[in-house]
């Protein structure tokens, strides 16, 4: 009862801040009254909303719904995840430091997760859309996008006003409502033409501007998404090869500086491709 009185007071401030878009999406009569409904409506309006300041209490109140969400969908330590050593009997040199882990990697505790962005670096606008960018935004919570806005107006007042972020960088941020210790956001290829060398280097610039940015900021553990295989549509099995290859490359070098690196897998089809590099 508790969360349901929580989310209609965080419904109307979401409302009562969205002046814009309230009268596309509810009327006072139509206020809905199933509670998926809500919370539907909830990240609708959290993900249309501009990165405009944001009222203590709106704040206050959504972060208390999220944590109750995250609460609800339960937190994932390490020390929950086996290593491909544990799980697979794997025999290579980092299987005490590689993970293979199927699920929302918005409940993942570690020092960073990582997010497939777009070249706008604001998250994804579209309500409810199922991308990794959207998730993420949305379980963070409004915060994350006006940090992002924050380093994006930076970095137009440095480049130009048409500055848009480069594939394959790596940018560092807070993670707010999310159990993970920060976000690191890297923006994919796009291989809606065919695959070519460049787009295969860009995918590996990814992987390892983020490991190096650990290594730079003291980030001990990270969870890898599927960089560009959703919505980018890089080919999977590809796409595998040079996550894998990459971060094993990497910790080749730099052995001590990392923990534990976690491939993080929402479908079946990405976890028997990771597993199968396994056999």
């Known amino acids: 009862m508790e969360q349901s009185n929580n989310t209609d007071k965080l419904l109307k401030e979401l409302i009562a801040d969205s002046d814009q878009y309230k009268n596309d999406f509810i009327s ?3 206020f809905p009254q199933i509670e998926a409904e809500k919370k539907n409506l909830i990240r609708s309006l959290m993900n249309i909303r501009m990165p405009k300041e944001l009222p203590d209490e709106l704040v206050a109140l959504q972060d208390d719904y999220l944590q109750k969400e995250l609460e609800e969908k339960g937190i994932v330590a390490l020390s929950d995840i086996p290593t491909i050593r ?3 009997g ?3 040199p980092f299987g005490e430091k590689l993970s293979i882990w199927q699920g929302d990697i918005t409940r993942l505790k570690t020092g960073a997760i990582v997010n497939a962005a777009n070249s706008q670096m604001l998250g994804c606008f579209v309500p409810c859309h199922r991308c990794i960018d959207n998730a993420i935004h949305s379980a963070a919570g409004m915060q994350l996008r006006k940090e992002c806005s924050h380093i ?3 970095r137009r007042m440095k480049y130009g006003r048409n500055y848009e972020e480069p594939t394959g960088t790596a940018t560092l941020t807070s993670a ?3 159990p993970c210790d920060y976000v690191i956001h890297t923006v994919g290829p796009i291989c809606y033409n065919g695959l070519n060398d460049a787009l295969c280097r860009d995918l590996q610039n990814c992987y390892e501007n983020v490991l190096k940015c650990c290594v730079e900021n003291g980030i001990r553990s990270v969870a890898f998404c599927c960089i560009s295989t959703g919505e980018f549509h890089f080919p999977n099995e590809k796409a595998t090869e040079i996550a894998w290859k990459t971060v094993t490359d990497f910790l080749k070098k730099h052995d001590d500086c990392m923990d534990r690196v976690v491939f993080n897998v ?3 089809r990405d976890r028997e491709i ?3 590099l396994l056999s």
């Open 274 to 276: 990771y597993e199968a």
């Open 90 to 92: 794997s025999k290579s």
């Open 152 to 154: 994006m107006n930076g």
């Open 86 to 88: 544990e799980q697979f």
């Open 28 to 30: 006072e009569e139509e």
């Open 266 to 268: 929402f479908t079946d």
């Open 176 to 178: 707010y409502n999310l």
